[in-house]
Nanobody
Framework: QVQLVESGGGLVQPGGSLRLSCAAS????????MGWYRQGPGKERELVAG???????NYADYVKGRFTIARDNAKNTVYLQMNSLKPEDPAVYYC????????????WGQGTQVTVSS
């Protein structure tokens, strides 16, 4: 069982930055694939960024060059650094974890709200 707790959301002006954190419980963090998803009002949940156990990363096209995902295995934590935030970025951001195998169970955090407004 893996529990995920996100933090770091909030209100920021357009062009501003936020860093989200996701702390995971348990002892298997280093072999988990980690990711950040977001869900805006009336929209489906979508992948923002992911990082494999080996540290390889992938990003949605709309955040490339602005967001950076990073993991710290010593702290059981994954981060999402969000820069140059845009009016279209507001959403509830969710942390995701799963073993990198077919049909793996996915663990989700409770979500953290990101609002971009002047």
């Amino acid at each position: 069982q893996v529990q995920l707790v996100e933090s770091g959301g909030g209100l920021v002006q357009p062009g501003g930055s936020l860093r989200l954190s996701c702390a995971a419980s348990g002892s298997i963090f280093s072999i988990l694939a980690m990711g950040w998803y977001r869900q805006g009002p009336g929209k489906e949940r979508e992948l923002v960024a992911g990082v494999t156990p080996g540290g390889s990363t992938n990003y949605a096209d709309y955040v490339k060059g602005r967001f950076t995902i990073a993991r710290d295995n010593a702290k059981n934590t994954v981060y999402l650094q969000m820069n140059s935030l845009k009016p279209e970025d507001p959403a509830v951001y969710y942390c995701n974890a799963h073993l990198p195998i077919i049909n793996a169970h996915h663990y989700w955090g409770q979500g953290t709200q990101v609002t971009v407004s002047s």
